[in-house]
């Protein structure tokens, strides 16, 4: 499996024309800086569909770990390969249904080519949905309250 697989598969699902509400749940700013020091890195995403089949709420957990990650002596994780684990939880009539898609990576440049292809999607997406939400509305429809979120409509 590809790094780029998981990343076209959750770009796809930004660009889905069901989409109508989505948020981070779990971002750091500085995903760089973190993986150079820790060797983990990851970010959440909830998208919200409705459609003639019905509404379905998809979960996103992405999370990166280097070779190496958590060992002494480590001078960063530039050059060092790892394994992202991408976890879907679909929420359909109230059950869930989960798909996890597993790859590997050969550096942190190619992790992070991957996960600036699904933040340019993210945020394209953000700014198409957010003017169609009333002065003050600042997060999606799905009913999760502002606070709890880095960013969402």
């Known amino acids: 499996m590809t790094l780029n697989r998981i990343a076209d598969e959750i770009v796809k699902l ?4 069901n989409l109508v509400g989505l948020a981070t749940l779990r971002h750091y700013p500085m995903e760089r800086r973190i ?28 999370e990166a770990r280097a070779r190496g990650a958590g060992r002494s002596g480590v001078k960063g994780y530039e050059k060092a390969g790892g394994t992202v684990t991408c976890l879907f939880a679909e929420e359909r009539g109230g059950r869930l249904s989960y798909r996890r898609i597993r790859s590997t ?42 606070d709890e979120l880095h960013l969402g409509v």
């Open 14 to 17: 930004l660009n889905d024309p």
């Open 35 to 62: 993986y150079q020091k820790f060797g983990v890195c990851g970010f959440s995403l909830m998208l919200s569909f409705s459609g003639e089949v019905g509404s379905r709420i998809i979960y996103i957990l992405v």
């Open 105 to 146: 990576y050969s550096s942190m440049e190619e992790l992070f080519r991957g996960a600036e292809k699904v933040r340019t999607a993210f945020y394209e997406r953000y700014r198409l949905l957010k003017p169609g939400f009333p002065a003050g509305e600042v997060f999606h429809q799905a009913g999760i309250p502002a």
